[in-house]
């Protein structure tokens, strides 16, 4: 997004890896990727223009195994932006004990402004460019922001026709008829809704109000889940604004069914449009920012009245908020946590792929389960041990990890 995003990410990391005295030599091999390329996708477009879009990977490490992470369409992707998510997935991962480093890509590009031929042709021409740097046993992408599982089916077919032989386990969040994984769809907020779960057996929250920032993947099936289990979802939002009733909004389905015709959640039946700056100031019991980084700064996280934030995206809070959120007892279930159910059930459709046996969903979901609530455990713990804020506990967790396998590796 921004070029501070990365800055933010290794400044998270520098603060609990100092706290932790972790080595000097091990804190400079973390703090940088391993590898970052930038490609240069020249595309046809239907109107007889060519366009040039630029692409970007970026590998934290592979200290733990491949690397694994997204691949996100968006206007302000940039080099920076995915050296950061790349940095994320890296603590994600080594928290729920994914054999797996961190890794990220992207491409600068609005793909509503693309028809789906054109998006198909760049998809393809981002894995042409970058092919070589990815393998079931290297790098693995997967859907992220305005990414999904058509696009990842296209990227597979394009790897598997360059490298003439089936290679599944390649990318995840594919279609099921190519070894897409049953519940990979819904598993960020599954694994949002299971951490959130227990996160309401340990914390002390007075309702059951909550304002969802952003209506993707993400977004939609958090309000899905949050509404079957008897909270109300009084705001949603996307990127042209947000949507508001006092009582509680009409059902997550039928949001997404005015979304789908209008483009936007906003002008929805029974509901006042709001910004997404009025949304996360809300009167709520819990706030789940599913968007974009930076979007609890210093600026409003003063006037954030949420007992509870759930980070369904990467990075939404920047370190003076978290500092500001903490001291008024706010509790912030950190990204690399509380979205970490998407990569979860990636690494099982992967494990899938190796072995060419298929899971049911009831399995898929029992195994997100356990592996999403003894993390919170963990972390919960470590957070009571250390008195300290969600986030420093699961970094503790994640960097030991890392620094553990950085170290028995030489
Ligand atoms: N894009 C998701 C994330 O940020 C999922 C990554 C994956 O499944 O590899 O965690």
């Known amino acids: 997004m921004t070029e501070n995003v990365f800055k933010l990410?290794?400044?998270?990391?520098?603060?609990?890896?100092?706290?932790?005295e972790l080595e000097q030599h091990i804190r400079e091999a973390l703090k940088e990727p391993e590898l970052c390329v930038e490609v240069s996708?020249?595309?046809?477009?239907?109107?007889?223009?060519?366009?040039?879009?630029?692409?970007?990977?970026?590998?934290?490490?592979?200290?733990l195994g491949p690397t694994k992470g997204g691949i996100r369409f968006h206007p302000n992707v940039t080099g920076e932006e995915v050296k950061a998510?790349?940095?994320?997935?890296?603590?994600?991962?080594?928290?729920?004990?994914?054999?797996?480093?961190?890794?990220?890509?992207?491409?600068?590009?609005?793909?509503?402004?693309?028809?789906r031929h054109e998006l198909q042709h760049l998809s393809r021409a981002y894995i042409r460019a970058i092919y070589k740097i990815l393998g079931p046993e290297i790098d693995i992408p997967a859907p992220d922001v305005n990414t999904n599982a058509e696009i990842m089916g296209w990227m597979l077919d394009e790897y598997e026709k360059l490298c003439g032989k089936h290679a599944p386990g390649v990318i995840t969040g594919k279609p099921l008829c190519l070894g897409g994984s049953l519940g990979r769809e819904t598993a960020t907020s599954l694994g949002g809704w299971f951490c959130l779960e227990e996160a309401l057996k340990n914390i002390k929250c007075k309702g059951k109000t909550v304002a969802v920032q952003g209506y993707g993947n993400a977004g939609y099936y958090i309000t899905k889940y949050l509404q079957e289990n008897g909270f109300k979802v009084l705001a949603v939002s996307d990127s042209k604004?947000?949507?508001?009733?006092?009582?509680?909004?009409?059902?997550?389905?039928?949001?997404?069914?005015?979304?789908?015709?209008?483009?936007?959640?906003i002008g929805m039946k029974n509901s006042e449009n709001i910004t997404n700056e009025e949304l996360l100031e809300l009167d709520v019991d819990i706030l789940v920012p599913a968007a974009l980084e930076n979007a609890i700064t210093k600026k409003n996280a003063d006037n954030i009245k949420a007992k509870i934030i759930l980070e369904l995206a990467n990075g939404p809070t920047t370190l003076e908020a978290d500092k500001i959120l903490f001291e008024k007892g706010s509790?912030?279930?950190?990204?690399?946590?509380?979205?970490?159910?998407?990569?979860?059930?990636?690494?099982?459709?992967?494990v899938q792929n190796l072995s060419g046996y298929y899971w049911t969903e009831d399995e898929v979901h029992s195994k997100l389960s356990q592996r999403m609530k003894s993390s919170f455990m963990e972390v919960w713990k470590?957070?009571?041990?250390?008195?300290?804020d969600m986030r420093e506990a699961a970094y503790r967790k994640a960097i030991l990890a890392v620094a553990k396998a950085f170290k028995a590796r030489r």
Not at 10 to 19: G, L, M
Not at 91 to 109: D, S
Request: positive net charge.
């Open 331 to 350: 509790v912030v279930l950190p990204d690399i946590l509380a979205n970490a159910g998407g990569v979860t059930v990636s690494y099982f459709e992967w």
């Open 85 to 115: 998510l790349a940095m994320w997935m890296t603590w994600k991962c080594a928290l729920l004990g994914l054999p797996y480093g961190g890794g990220k890509g992207g491409i600068a590009v609005d793909p509503k402004k693309l028809s």
């Open 41 to 63: 996708l020249p595309i046809d477009m239907d109107s007889g223009v060519t366009k040039v879009f630029k692409g970007y990977r970026s590998q934290h490490n592979h200290f």
């Open 9 to 20: 990410a290794q400044d998270q990391f520098e603060i609990v890896a100092e706290k932790m």
């Open 241 to 265: 604004g947000g949507i508001y009733n006092k009582n509680g909004l009409p059902s997550s389905e039928k949001i997404l069914e005015h979304k789908r015709n209008t483009t936007s959640v």
């Open 382 to 388: 470590i957070k009571s041990q250390f008195n300290c």
